[in-house]
C-alpha cells in the first residue's frame, strides 16, 4: 500500500511539475541573493567571520544552511525534500578524527564498515558501499582512503537519488567539498601527533594575484602508526587551485590534485562460537603474514569548472574531470573462524591490482522564471563520461606445495611460510573493462505560495558495458537504459519550519557497485533497483541551530541468488527493506553550546533470500537497530572549549548470515581547545577516553576489527 500511495504521489507531482512549465512562462530578474536563500546577516554571529563557501554553501559554526549539491541548484537545506547531514570544516577540525571514514560516525544512519581495511566503506541506510563517493558532485568511485586536508566540508546525502548523481547511490552518497581559490588571503599551518607514533602537517595559502586571477595552495604530509600490531601508513598530497573570473558573467576555476597513500592492510581477527575471538583481550594481535601486507594508490585528478550567466538569465554550471587512479593492495587474512579447541585457524591471501582512469563532464543549466505568481527554478542538464580500468586478481600460495592457505595457532597467529602469487585462471579476475554513459535530466523546483513547495524531476541514463577477459580475448557486453524520477513536496507552515515528502528511485547496474570483471551470468542479469518513500520535518529553532527528523521505507530489489542449477548465474529474487528513523542535531544550542549528531533507528532485513545462507528474516550484516551519537562543544571561556562526544550502538552482526554477534558498545570521546591568541589554537583529542574494548568494524565473520584503545592525539592550528 506504501509503494502504491507513493507512485501516485510521485505521478501527481511530476504532472504538476510538467504541466507549471508548460504554461505561460515570464522571465525574471534574478536577485544575486535569492529570496528563499539564506543571507550572511541572518548568521553572523560577534566574533566569528562567515562568508559564502564552494559549491553554493553557507555556514556557520557546525550548521550549514544552504547547499547546492542536493538540488544542483543553490537552495537552502530547510527546502529541499530531503534528509541532509553537512559536516563542516570546523567540526572536523574539532574533532581530529584522522579519516573520512571515522569523521561519519556523527551521522545518523550512517555506519562505517571495515573495507577490508584498504578503503573507505560505509553502510547508508542499510545499503553497503565502497563506490557512492564524489566531489563537488562528480564521481570519485575508486576504492582507497580519502584525505580531509583540502576539503572544506562534506556532505551526506541520504536515501537513493539517480537524478542528481546517477547509477548507485542506494542509500544514499557521500559528497566531499573541495576549498576553492576565492580570493580571500589564507595563511593556515595545522600540525599534530600523538600516540603510535602519529605525525601530521597541513598546509593552506591563498590569497589574489590580481582583481581576476586567485590562487590556493593546500597540501599534506603524515606518517603514522596505529594501535594494531605492525599497522603504519604514509600519505603526502598537494592539491593547487585557481580562480579566473573571464568577465562579470564567467568564472574559470582549475583544481589538479596528487594524492598518495600506502598502508599496511589489516583484515582484523576471526571469530569463535559465533563470536569474535580475542585471546586475553590482546587488541593487537594481528593474523597473517606481515611481511606481505601492503596497499597503495597514487591518484591524479584534474578538475576544470566554468561558470557562466547568460543575457536572458540562464545560468550554466559545467564541470569537467579527469582522473587517475594506480592502485593495488595485496594481504593475508583470517580465512576462517578459529576450531573449537581454539588450537587452529587458517590463514589465506590474494592481490588485488584495480587501476582505473575516469573522465566526466556535467553540464548544468539554470532558468527562474514565473508563470503566473508561481516562481520555477528549472534545472535541465547532461552528464558524459567513460571509466576504464583493469580488474586483476592474484591468489596466495603457501609453502612449497602452493597450499591455498596455511594453519596456524591463534595463540601465534604469525606465519613466514614462503608465499607465490598466482592468477588461478577461474575464480581469478583477469579482465580489462570499459564503461561509457550518457544521462540527460530536468527538474522543475515550484514555489506554488511562500509555503508550498514542490520538487520534480526525471533522469534518463544510457550505460554501455563491456568486460574483456585478457586470457581468452571473450567479451561480454551489456546496455541499460534506466529512468529514474524524483519527487518531493515541502509544506511551510511557518518560514523557519518545513514539512516534507519525497519520493525517489536509484538503479545499480549489473556491473555492481564497483565495475569490474563481467560474467556470462551477470551479463543477462537485470540492474538492482532502490525505491524510497520518505515523510520528514526540518524546523530552524533559530537561524544558527536546525533540527531534523525523518521516516522512510527504503527496498532494494533484484538482487542476485546464485542459481544451484545454472553455476555461474543468477537468480534476480533477493530483496532486502530498510525501515528507519533519523534524528539529527546541528548548530548553536546557545552562544556556547554548539552540537551535531543524532539518533538512528534502523531496522534493515533480509525480505526474500540472497544466498542459501542469507535468508529472509535476518538482519542486514553491520546495521545496528539503534545508534546515538552526538558531539558536543562548549565554550567555557572566550579562549577555552571542551567537547564531549558520545557514541552508542546496539549489537550488529558481521554479516547477513547472522551467525557472529557483534557487541554493542558506548564509547566517549574528549576535546580540549585553548585559543592561544588571535592566530593561534592548540588542541587534545582524547579519543576513547574510558579506555572501553570494543569492536569497531567489520567485512565479515572473520576479518573483524577491535576498536582503538584509549588514544591522545595534540594539534595546532596557526594562521598568519
Not at 411 to 437: E, H, K, V
Amino acid at each position: 500500500m506504501t509503494n502504491i500511495f507513493a507512485r501516485r504521489l510521485a505521478g501527481l507531482l511530476l504532472s504538476s511539475t510538467f504541466l507549471a512549465g508548460a504554461a505561460q512562462a515570464q522571465p525574471i530578474a534574478v536577485p544575486a541573493e535569492d529570496a528563499g536563500a539564506v543571507t550572511l546577516s541572518q548568521l553572523s554571529v560577534e566574533s566569528q567571520s562567515v562568508r559564502p563557501e564552494p559549491q553554493g554553501g553557507v555556514t556557520v559554526g557546525y550548521l550549514t544552511k544552504q547547499t547546492r549539491t542536493a538540488t544542483k541548484t543553490s537552495t537552502p537545506v530547510l527546502d529541499i525534500p530531503q534528509s541532509i547531514t553537512v559536516i563542516p570544516r570546523e567540526q572536523f577540525l574539532d574533532q581530529n578524527y584522522q579519516n573520512l571514514t571515522d569523521q561519519l560516525r556523527f551521522v545518523p544512519g550512517v555506519i562505517p564498515a571495515q573495507g577490508e581495511s584498504n578503503r573507505d566503506q560505509v553502510i547508508i541506510r542499510g545499503q553497503n558501499t565502497s563506490a557512492d563517493f564524489y566531489v563537488n558532485g562528480v564521481r570519485d568511485d575508486v576504492q582507497y582512503f580519502r584525505d580531509l586536508y583540502n576539503i572544506q566540508r562534506i556532505e551526506v546525502l541520504k536515501g537513493p537519488d539517480s537524478l542528481i548523481f546517477g547509477r548507485g547511490g542506494g542509500g544514499g552518497v557521500i559528497n566531499r567539498v573541495l576549498k576553492e581559490a576565492d580570493g580571500y588571503r589564507v595563511r593556515e599551518i595545522v600540525a599534530g601527533g600523538g600516540q603510535f607514533g602519529d605525525k601530521r602537517v597541513a598546509v593552506d595559502v591563498g590569497d589574489r594575484i590580481s582583481d581576476s586571477v586567485f590562487f590556493r595552495l593546500n597540501g599534506m604530509f603524515e606518517d603514522s602508526g596505529t594501535y594494531r600490531q605492525f599497522g603504519d601508513l604514509t600519505r603526502y598530497g598537494i592539491n593547487p587551485t585557481a580562480t579566473i573570473v573571464i568577465d562579470p558573467q564567467t568564472t574559470l576555476k582549475l583544481s589538479y590534485e596528487y594524492f598518495h597513500d600506502n598502508r599496511f592492510p589489516d583484515r582484523g581477527i576471526p571469530s569463535q562460537f559465533g563470536r569474535p575471538y580475542q585471546y586475553k583481550n590482546n587488541i593487537r594481535t594481528f593474523f597473517g603474514n606481515p611481511n606481505v601486507n601492503f596497499t597503495k594508490v597514487d591518484a591524479n585528478i584534474l578538475t576544470a569548472q566554468l561558470d557562466h550567466q547568460f543575457d536572458s538569465g540562464v545560468d550554466m554550471h559545467s564541470q569537467l574531470r579527469f582522473a587517475d587512479y594506480d592502485r593495488y593492495y595485496i594481504n593475508t587474512l583470517p580465512g576462517s573462524s578459529v576450531n573449537a579447541a581454539g588450537t587452529a585457524v587458517t590463514i589465506t591471501g590474494y592481490r588485488n591490482e584495480t587501476p582505473r582512469t575516469n573522465y566526466f563532464s556535467q553540464n548544468d543549466f539554470t532558468y527562474k522564471f514565473l508563470t503566473g505568481d508561481i516562481k520555477h527554478t528549472l534545472l535541465g542538464g547532461f552528464e558524459l563520461g567513460y571509466q576504464d580500468g583493469i580488474a586483476y586478481r592474484q591468489s596466495l600460495f603457501f609453502g612449497n606445495n602452493l597450499a591455498s592457505s596455511v594453519v596456524v595457532n591463534p595463540l601465534r597467529p604469525l606465519t613466514f611460510a614462503p608465499t607465490f602469487l598466482r592468477n588461478n585462471g577461474t575464480t581469478d579476475a583477469n579482465a580489462r573493462y570499459n564503461l561509457g554513459l550518457a544521462a540527460v535530466y530536468a527538474q522543475d523546483q515550484i514555489d506554488i505560495t511562500d509555503w508550498l513547495q514542490i520538487v520534480g524531476g526525471l533522469r534518463y541514463d544510457h550505460f554501455d558495458f563491456s568486460s574483456t577477459d585478457r586470457r581468452t580475448l571473450l567479451t561480454n557486453n551489456r546496455i541499460d537504459d534506466p529512468i529514474s524520477p524524483r519527487a518531493g513536496l515541502v509544506l511551510k507552515p511557518l518560514p523557519n519550519l518545513a514539512l516534507y515528502t519525497s519520493y525517489s528511485v536509484s538503479y545499480l547496474p549489473s556491473s555492481g557497485d564497483q565495475i569490474g570483471n563481467f560474467t556470462p551470468g551477470l551479463v543477462i542479469a537485470k540492474p538492482e533497483q532502490f525505491e524510497n518513500t520518505e515523510v520528514g520535518i526540518k524546523y530552524d529553532v533559530n537561524p544558527r541551530f536546525q533540527l531534523t527528523a525523518a521516516a522512510y521505507n527504503l527496498d532494494r530489489y533484484n538482487q542476485r541468488l546464485a542459481d544451484p542449477n545454472n553455476p555461474g548465474f543468477f537468480i534476480l529474487s533477493g530483496k532486502t527493506n530498510t525501515q528507519g528513523f533519523e534524528i539529527g542535531a546541528n548548530g548553536y544550542v546557545t552562544d556556547w553550546w554548539q552540537i551535531a549528531g543524532g539518533y538512528a533507528f534502523t531496522d534493515a532485513r533480509i525480505a526474500s533470500a540472497t544466498s542459501a545462507i542469507i535468508v529472509a528474516g535476518n538482519k542486514v550484516g553491520l546495521v545496528p537497530f539503534n545508534a546515538f551519537t552526538l558531539w558536543n562543544k562548549f565554550d567555557v571561556t572566550r579562549d577555552f572549549s571542551v567537547g564531549i562526544g558520545i557514541l552508542n550502538y546496539s549489537h550488529t552482526f558481521a554479516a547477513s548470515d547472522n551467525t557472529v554477534r557483534l557487541p554493542g558498545y558506548t564509547r566517549f570521546d574528549l576535546g580540549l581547545f585553548y585559543q592561544i591568541n588571535e592566530d593561534v589554537r592548540a588542541q587534545i583529542n582524547i579519543e576513547n577516553l574510558l579506555d572501553r574494548r570494543y569492536i569497531f568494524n567489520a567485512d565479515n565473520n572473520n576479518n573483524i576489527t577491535p576498536g582503538a584503545p584509549r588514544t591522545i592525539r595534540a594539534q595546532i592550528i596557526a594562521r598568519f
